[in-house]
């Protein structure tokens, strides 16, 4: 069974999980009423998906 010589320092073991993160929301803005909405998602300020009413507002 592989057991590790040395310990894994602090550093190398941060370096490891800098990569491990949450990424952002996408943010986009509205075709229509230019304000800012989540991709692939219904607009809450004029209820419009890819030119059709979803929402009645």
């Not at 590790?4 to 370096?15: D, E, I, L, M, Y």
């Not at 996408?26 to 989540?38: D, F, L, N, Q, T």
């Given at each position: ?12 073991k941060n370096q490891r999980r800098a990569m491990i993160k949450i990424a952002s ?33």
């Amino acid at each position: 069974m592989g057991v590790p010589k040395r310990r894994t320092s602090k550093a190398r073991k941060n370096q490891r999980r800098a990569m491990i993160k949450i990424a952002s929301p996408a943010i986009v803005s509205c075709p229509r009423c230019h304000e800012p909405k989540m991709a692939h998602r219904v607009c809450q300020a004029c209820g419009y998906y890819r030119e059709q009413e979803v929402l009645e507002k």
